[in-house]
């Protein structure tokens, strides 16, 4: 079932990821696909789309290819097509709505075409990623999912992936992901008086900065009748009324929810900022005092029961920061991610076996200019680390030390020193706003960009031989 409140921006398929094993912090392939009435979900900071290491090998068997078009000398087959439209399918969360069959074909090629078009447009613009970036990539996404890359490659021969295809796939889209990043953002221009009208008018900045929110869902199938409609609508009106007269709303999510990537923490999705919500959800309990129940909602997925369960408003509005240290081992074409993985497991028995303290071991072998200080790396406020840091070091108790850990810098050791939460200030308030602005205007001008591009570009439709 869809999670919406952790679920990205419904944006069209032209975002369209590599026939690859990479997942996770890209854009899923079904959350794509443009939905009318799909909710929106705001990220309060952009993040750039980062190569996910999470690992999904997935092979599809094709029995003959063509081309199907041709974009400033670039092909895309009959394949490239099928494997995209069988991705979507297979990785679209239960309840997801897709559209017709020949909708959808239609979407991925558009989307195919676009990502021809921009990769044409990078190899102009003299853009390259060489076989090294390529390599280190592959051998992180190997080393985080726990593989050597013999193991990689043979589960990938085992699903009847091509390696020599996966690497072309991966190339292109941190290729993609380098061009996006450099002519969308540059096109986007937030002013001060952007900022001051945002602080000053739009709800997101004006009421609250974050919201607990707790749901239940009832989902609808995506080809449910009108009367399955209305018995699980007339479901979801019992189910708020026992909420509203006082029944337990934690026990309600277990025995009822369908939801669950909520339904074992009684439904609760943590504090979130506004701009994480989906805006059904956020103008639902617009004005619902913590503890009180929206009216049900309709969303994409099906009829929801919401209860605020915290409120913080822009005047208490407070951060974590946390200061850790770390040791830093990168990897070389003569050393490996794996040889660097041995190599910083044996520093962490020293330091765990109370051989040798975290600082000396920092001082002795990191490779970062913390080094010198111990592995400390300061107080940090969120974002401040690329994600695949900071995902581990929120897992992090004061004092505990990760596991090895493989960022695009290298090999890291992680140990959380200690956490303290701190009030926004100001500049921090104007900053969070300019962030928010530019992930609405990302989409817009992306899009605007893309339909250039694809104006200017050579474009030859091939019929099925």
């Known amino acids: 079932m869809i999670d919406l409140f952790s679920m990205p921006r419904m944006r069209p398929l032209v975002h369209g990821l590599c026939l690859s094993l990479v997942l996770g912090s890209l854009t899923p392939a079904w959350a794509q696909l443009r939905s009318k009435d799909a909710p929106t979900v705001n990220p309060r ?23 199907v078009a041709v974009v400033n000398q ?35 090629l558009d989307a195919l075409i676009d990502e021809k078009v921009q990769v044409s447009q990078a190899r102009t613009l003299g853009m390259a990623v060489s076989d090294a970036e390529v390599d280190t990539a592959i051998e992180n996404i190997a080393a985080q999912n726990q593989l050597t890359l013999a193991e990689l490659r043979q589960r990938m021969q085992g699903d009847g992936l091509d390696f020599g295809r996966y690497r072309t796939s991966l190339r292109e889209q941190i290729l993609l992901q380098r061009l996006r990043d450099r002519e969308v953002n ?9 900022i001051d009208a945002f602080i000053a008018s739009d709800p997101a900045a ?9 749901h239940i869902l009832v989902a609808v199938p995506e080809k449910a009748t009108q009367k399955q409609v209305a018995a699980l609508l007339a479901k979801a009106q ?13 026990q309600l999510v277990k025995d009822n929810s369908d939801d669950p990537g ?9 504090m979130r900022p506004v701009n994480r919500l989906p805006d059904i959800f956020f103008k639902a309990v617009d004005g619902v005092k913590v503890g009180g129940l929206a009216p049900i909602v309709r969303s994409n997925a099906g009829f929801h029961i919401v209860k ?10 407070t951060y974590t920061q946390q200061r850790a240290r770390h040791i830093l081992l990168r990897t070389t074409p003569q050393t490996s991610t794996q040889d660097q993985l041995a190599r910083m497991a044996d520093i962490r028995k020293q330091i765990v076996g109370g051989q040798a303290s975290f600082a000396q071991m920092a001082r002795q072998y990191s490779e970062d200019g913390s080094g010198a200080r111990g592995g400390d790396l300061g107080w940090a406020s969120p974002g401040q680390f690329v994600p695949e840091f900071e995902k581990v070091l929120l897992t992090l108790q004061p004092g505990q030390i990760s596991e090895p850990m493989v960022s695009r810098y290298g090999v890291h050791l992680i140990q959380l020193i200690e956490r303290r939460e701190v009030q926004l200030s100001d500049e921090q308030k104007r900053e969070a706003a300019r962030a928010v602005l530019r992930e609405r205007r990302f989409e817009g001008t992306y899009e605007e960009w893309a339909r250039e591009l694809r104006a200017a570009a050579w474009i030859e439709m091939r019929d099925e031989p």
Request: glycine share 8%.
């Open 45 to 67: 900071i952009p993040v750039v789309g980062n190569l996910s290491t999470e690992l999904k090998i997935e092979g599809m068997q094709i029995t003959s290819d063509y081309i």
């Open 74 to 108: 670039e092909l895309i087959t009959h394949t490239d097509v099928e494997k995209r439209i069988s991705r979507i399918q297979e990785t679209a969360p239960a309840g997801t709505r897709l559209p017709p069959p020949d909708e959808l074909r239609q979407q991925v």
């Open 186 to 194: 540059g096109r986007i221009q937030i002013t001060d008086a952007d």
């Open 206 to 214: 004006k009421n609250e900065v974050q919201l607990n929110l707790a």
């Open 238 to 250: 019992d189910l708020h009324e026992k909420a509203a007269r006082g029944v337990n709303f934690t």
């Open 262 to 270: 909520t339904r074992d923490q009684g439904g609760g999705v943590g």
């Open 308 to 317: 605020v369960l915290e409120r913080e408003d822009s005047a208490q509005a």
